[in-house]
């Protein structure tokens, strides 16, 4: 088969580039072209098909999901944990946690303030992140405790546990996260201790937050917040999801019907005006209830797994 001329230079070059590993530069002194021209004719190999690029890696479609997903929704990154049938729930739980606190160690700065939500996902990330130390940071949370007999989802303990792994600072948010009344979360939202809590909460560097699906299974149901009339309310008033002192919309806007009066914290709208907020989340049921924050440019940084990555794009 004869080749022009032209055909045998892109041949030589791209050979010369990909197997053989030379850079530009020296391809271009061998041949006597500039660098430029180089750059050109590898670029042009490309769109004609000569050369196709492909990587083999198992995590390669996570990650391109993950992309994907920063292009969608203007994220500033994103981590999808891969996913297959062999991996079990709590693995890859466990493994969505780990890849959260190896994120937020990378972005621990001295005198930052780092705000915590509550629930099992978030639990399970300050299990996974190392000792360290960062005596300028402090760690506040977001929302109100929920009762003692649930310390390791609480708020206040959270907060404590990762201001021990990091040997910072912390602030705690003398409130319950549920008020047994919208009088009772009137009274409170008033006084100084909220307050504060609440100031301290909105001026945060970065937030870091479980979502939960209070339609299908969320912390709230779990720990029996949340009963036959109230899951009844939650359907009639078209709320998709909960995150910090929220029940929020297929916008990412707070559903203000009983409930949400009576949660005591910030709410989704606060979000916004908080530099970086990490979203984590894990099991297909999520996507519904994340989809609604990333609308509403609630979350800058997201870490799931591959079902909820899948179910977003």
């Known amino acids: 088969m004869k080749i022009s001329e032209d055909r045998r230079k892109m041949l ?17 002194k061998k041949m006597g072209i500039s660098r430029p021209v180089i750059s050109k004719t590898l670029q042009q190999a490309r769109e004609s098909g000569i050369v196709s690029i492909s990587i ?12 994907c997903l920063e292009q969608k929704y203007q994220l500033a990154d994103v981590l999808v944990i891969p996913t297959n049938e062999q991996k079990k729930e709590e693995k890859i739980k466990t493994e969505v946690g780990r890849a959260a606190a190896l994120y937020v160690k990378e972005q621990l700065r001295a005198g930052m303030t780092l705000g915590l939500s509550w629930g099992t996902t978030l639990a399970d990330m300050i299990d996974e992140i190392a000792y360290c130390s960062f005596p300028t ?5 977001l929302v109100g405790g929920v009762s003692s007999e649930h310390l390791y989802f609480d708020t206040n303990h959270l907060v404590f546990r990762l201001a021990e792994k990091l040997n910072s600072r912390c602030q705690y948010f003398y409130a319950p996260a549920l008020a047994e009344s919208i009088e009772l979360a009137d009274v409170l939202n008033e006084s100084q201790l909220v307050r504060n809590a609440m100031e301290q909460a909105k001026h945060v560097d970065f937030a870091i937050i479980g979502v939960g699906n209070p339609n299908q299974s969320s912390t709230w149901n779990r720990l029996g917040y949340i009963e036959k009339k109230e899951s009844q309310l939650i359907k009639k008033t078209g709320v998709k999801g909960d995150a910090v002192a929220s029940l929020f919309d297929k916008n990412g806007q707070t559903v203000n019907n009983e409930i949400s009066k009576r949660m ?38 997201l870490v799931v797994d591959q079902m909820i990555a899948e179910a977003l794009v």
């Open 12 to 28: 030589k070059i791209v050979t010369m580039y990909y197997e053989q590993g030379l850079t530009q530069a020296t391809i271009a």
């Open 56 to 67: 083999k890696d198992e995590s390669a479609y996570a990650v391109e999901l993950g992309l």
């Open 137 to 141: 940071i402090n760690v506040c949370p």
């Open 264 to 301: 005591l914290g910030i709410k989704v709208e606060d979000l916004v005006n908080i530099p970086d907020v990490m979203v984590i989340g894990c099991g297909e049921e999520k996507a519904e209830s994340i989809k609604p924050l990333l609308l509403g440019k609630c979350c800058t940084i």
